[in-house]
């Protein structure tokens, strides 16, 4: 666990604590380059976890995980000190669900759920930037990746209609 935890604020995080343990994506997002890249590809096992549900228990699930999302956040938030510190992932891992609501099978469309999910996050078009510079704690933290889920899952049902 100290090989990742380079930065002195993540030693305020104990991966003892199950809050902290979601937050940093079961220590995905304790990777010092690219933590919410990583924190989406620790979210694609859970995905192909959950994938086997109905669509109306994958999105309930979905839910439940953006309302304790709120919490997790904020947990880990208020334990470094720092607003969406990188380390934070557990919105990566709903944001990315959202993106793969009724997404078809197999493994093209799971990496192009990650692609587009992953794009919407990183450059947060409107209008994701404007509720991620408006709202903040871990009700922003969800947010903003909430938003960038739902942009990609347009993007995968109009790919999903073209191309499957």
């Given at each position: 666990m100290t090989f990742f935890m380079i930065k002195p604020e993540l030693k305020r995080l104990s991966l003892k604590n199950p809050l902290h343990l979601l937050a940093v994506g079961f220590g995905s997002g304790l990777c010092p380059k690219a933590p919410g890249t990583m924190g989406t590809l620790a979210a694609v096992p859970l995905y192909l976890l959950a994938s086997g549900l109905s669509t109306p228990w994958f999105i309930a699930l979905l839910v439940v995980g953006f309302v304790a999302g709120i919490w997790i956040c904020q947990s880990?938030?208020?334990?470094?000190?720092?607003?969406?510190?990188?380390?934070?992932?557990?919105?990566?891992?709903i944001g990315f669900g959202v993106t793969m609501i009724a997404a078809p099978a197999g493994w093209q469309w799971v990496l192009a759920g990650f692609l587009l999910f992953r794009l919407f996050d990183v450059l947060k078009p409107w209008p994701i930037s404007w509720f991620d510079r408006r709202i903040h704690g871990g009700l922003g933290i969800m947010l903003d990746d909430l938003i960038a889920g739902l942009l990609a899952l347009c993007c995968m049902q109009l790919f999903a209609v073209w191309f499957a």
């Open positions: 880990a938030t208020d334990a470094i000190g720092a607003p969406d510190h990188g380390a934070i992932v557990w919105d990566e891992v």
